[in-house]
Nanobody, 119 residues
Framework: QVQLVESGGGLVQAGGSLRLSCVASGGTFNSYIMGWFRQAPGKEREFVARIFWSGSTTYYADSVKGRFTISRDNAKNTVYLQMNSLKPEDTAVYYC????????????WGQGTQVTVSS
């Protein structure tokens, strides 16, 4: 059983930056594909970014491409989401998640961290 704990959320002005962290425990971290998702009030949860096991392959939603960067440190069991040039529409609860393989669903989820971007 993998436990995921996010941190780093907060209130920031538009154009600012935040870095989210997600620490994993209870599993072999480098055997999981890690993803970040977000859910804004009244909206469905949406994909933000994912990173493969070694960190060499990443994917981003079009809405964050060029502004957000996902990375991982397998020695620290941690995945990061560096968010730059934040916009009010980035306001959401951000979740990290883990899955074993490309064909599987995300089996493990964190509790989320709130990101609020003021205009």
């Amino acid at each position: 059983q993998v436990q995921l704990v996010e941190s780093g959320g907060g209130l920031v002005q538009a154009g600012g930056s935040l870095r989210l962290s997600c620490v994993a425990s209870g599993g072999t971290f480098n055997s999981y594909i890690m993803g970040w998702f977000r859910q804004a009030p009244g909206k469905e949860r949406e994909f933000v970014a994912r990173i493969f096991w070694s960190g060499s392959t990443t994917y981003y939603a079009d809405s964050v491409k060029g502004r957000f960067t996902i990375s991982r440190d397998n020695a620290k069991n941690t995945v990061y989401l560096q968010m730059n040039s934040l916009k009010p529409e980035d306001t959401a609860v951000y979740y990290c998640a883990a899955r074993r393989s490309v064909g599987s669903e995300y089996s493990y989820w964190g509790q989320g961290t709130q990101v609020t971007v003021s205009s």
